[in-house]
């Protein structure tokens, strides 16, 4: 009987980011999907900062940019006119190296990171579906029916459901999918198109009927329009075409459509699964969590649930540590799902909300109140956290603790460049380590050289203590570069007790992180 270490159900972004960490990591899987071949079309878009700084431990991150387009700002029209712009670098420059909105169809990034697989030996396994499993506590067998048809039977030490909104891995598990979907219908459209709303920044309309977004995309005039679809015309989703959608709003942007690449509509849903792990399998991506498409959160969120499980199941199948170290996985990210299917909410129905009301806080108060806003500082820095997930942490979870400044266990690392030294250049390796921004001790030295943990010293720079860094503080790095442990004295025994009170056996991961490196 064939096995794996991980199968993998499902190659959309999610479970292609979760293939690509885990061969990395040197654990073999296998992944499978029942499609013929990749998507043509995509919803999704945007690539927000945090998963690029991810990226940079596949060499990812470049490619992204080159071959996306750099959104540098955001623009509110009301009743045809321009009315408030938040520019992305203004606010997000000493925050991250990608203080940007990039713009990535989902098409193209799925053949990006499938190339990339294929060139570590890894192929998606093409209509290949998964009819059931059960999970026998030590293993889990699958049932998959092959290309041919004839039926298979497999096993491998866990199972990764990345399968979608129709999750069979879900339905398995058994663990529902509450939730409900929202009464408007939407459509998109790729357009080829002129106009003051086509310049390469991303514009929204707001007003008393419709809601339109405008997504440049990279190339001359190509434009990704999303609006709602209202009235009578909702109840003709399946044979709309382009030309049936409300053109008034399309006519305020001053928008000339040369070209319609590509049309559909389709309903949005809320749903949050009830757990993200049972047994020996896991749900990620839209198996686990879907919402609205405010703010293009969906496969960024998908992408992290990937990175985040990747190392665990590495960490535990090494025997670096126990198996419930792959319960903090729901833990960390169950919270943020459940968040952002509540933000995601609240900004959807101010966009969509019908009524006398509604319409006068959509184009009246919000035109009036975010120009204000967005001259402070705070609320723009608080605006592009947000949305670039830079802010997710996972403070309240049992594998992580400590504060040093103004950083906590669980944070992001956060991001300092000190005139040429870049402390996100040792996070390109996908292992545990330790910084300090100061001095560190001989004992603390000696105590990682001893183990194979590597350590960074930083010199003290007044850049470390503007980004929130204690000197001399000892800063315990997961490989998915959150932090772990945050200990102001820098002392060795906070660092010895971290991983025995967690189980997790910092001899073997000495020796497992090399391949990573």
């Given amino acids: 009987m064939p096995r794996s270490d991980v199968l993998i159900v499902g190659a959309g972004p999610t ?13 073999k ?82 053949r990006l990171l499938i190339a990339t697989l294929e060139k570590l030996g890894v192929s998606v396994e093409r209509r290949t579906e998964l009819l059931g499993y059960r999970d026998e506590g030590s293993r889990i067998v699958a049932r998959l029916r092959r290309p041919d048809g004839q039926e298979e039977t497999c096993e491998a030490a866990y199972i990764a459901g990345c399968d979608g909104a129709h999750s069979i891995v879900r339905e ?25 709303a086509v310049d390469g920044e991303l514009h929204v309309d707001l007003e008393e009927a419709d809601f339109l977004a405008v997504f440049p995309l990279a190339g001359k005039g190509r434009a990704r329009l999303i609006g709602t679809v209202r009235g009578e015309r ?11 959608v409300s053109g008034r709003i399309i006519d305020n942007l001053k928008i000339e459509i040369e070209k319609v690449n590509w049309f559909s509509t389709y309903r949005v849903h809320h749903r949050v699964t009830q757990h993200f792990r049972k047994g020996r399998a896991f749900l990620l991506g839209d198996a686990a969590h879907i919402h609205s498409p405010a703010g293009g959160q969906g496969m960024n969120t998908g992408i992290g649930d990937a990175i985040n499980l990747a190392w665990k199941l590495k960490t535990v199948l090494a025997g670096g540590a126990p198996d419930a170290l792959l319960d903090s996985y729901e833990a ?14 609240r900004v959807f129905m101010l966009v969509t909300a019908e009524g006398k009301i ?47 400044g103004a950083v906590h266990g669980g944070d992001r690392l956060p991001w300092a460049i000190a005139g040429d030294i870049d402390n996100y250049e040792p996070l390109k390796a996908m292992i545990w380590q330790v910084h300090v921004y100061g001095a560190a001790s001989p004992e603390l030295k000696s105590w990682c050289q001893e183990r194979g943990l590597p350590l960074y010293v930083f010199a003290w720079r007044p850049e470390y203590a503007k980004a929130g860094f204690a000197q001399d503080a000892l800063y315990l790095i997961r490989p998915d570069t959150y932090v772990a442990l945050a200990q102001r004295a820098g002392a060795v025994d906070s660092l010895r007790r971290y991983f025995e ?17």
């Fill in 172 to 196: 398995t598990m058994g663990t529902g999918y509450p939730g409900g979907t929202y009464q408007h219908l939407f459509y998109v459209a790729d357009v080829q198109a002129s106009g003051p």
């Fill in 332 to 345: 960390e990210r169950i919270a943020f799902a459940r968040r952002l299917v509540k933000t995601t909410d």
């Fill in 501 to 517: 009170q967690r189980g997790i056996r910092v001899e073997t991961l000495g020796r497992t992180q090399k391949h990573a490196a």
């Fill in 29 to 110: 899987l296998r992944i499978i999907d029942k499609t013929a071949e990749p998507g043509t079309t995509s919803r999704a878009l945007a690539v927000h900062a945090r998963t690029l700084e991810l990226y940079r431990q596949l060499d990812l991150a470049d490619l992204v940019v080159a071959r996306g387009h750099k959104v540098p700002a955001v623009r509110l029209w009301v009743k045809g006119e321009p009315r408030a712009r938040v520019s992305f670098e203004e606010i997000g420059s000493d925050l991250t190296p990608y203080s940007f909105l990039q713009i990535f169809p989902q098409d193209e990034h799925e």
């Fill in 358 to 404: 509604a319409d006068i806080i959509r184009t009246r108060l919000v035109p009036t109140i975010l120009p204000a806003l967005v001259k402070f500082g705070g609320f723009r820095e608080f605006m592009f956290r947000t949305v670039s997930q830079i802010m997710i942490n996972y403070r309240h979870c049992a594998l992580n603790e400590g504060r040093a």
């Fill in 234 to 244: 909702d109840e003709h989703a399946d044979t709309l075409k382009f030309e049936d």
């Fill in 15 to 27: 479970g292609l980011v979760l293939a690509l960490w885990l061969t990395k990591l040197g654990v």
